[in-house]
């Protein structure tokens, strides 16, 4: 879990200053919710990694995340949610 916080906080150093310019949330499917759910385009700086039948690790690192100041909460998704996801918010982005 460590590993993925220390990549995810890599990413959004590389992208911007403050954690609040970041959404981070959890999906069953990545890229539909980025794509569709949330308006990324692929100019728009994203990150998201997997935990295989491991839904209480990705709500684990959102709530470290949204903890630190990022936007998005917790309680989404259901028992089939393995994905954790952040994209840095831009105009066109949905939160």
Not at 26 to 55: E, F, M
Not at 63 to 90: E, H, L, M, Q, W
Request: net charge positive.
């Amino acid at each position: 879990m460590q590993t993925v916080i220390t990549e995810f906080e890599r990413f959004m150093g590389l992208n911007g200053r403050y954690y609040s310019e970041f959404y981070v949330g959890i999906a069953k499917d990545p890229n539909d919710r980025l794509i569709n759910g949330h308006g990324v385009t692929s100019s728009v700086p994203n990150i998201y990694w997997t935990a295989p039948l491991q839904t209480e690790i990705v709500r684990a690192i959102e709530k470290y995340f949204v903890n630190k100041g990022t936007r998005g909460g917790p309680g989404g998704g259901d028992t089939n949610t393995c994905y954790i996801y952040a994209y840095k918010i831009s105009p066109g982005t949905r939160e």
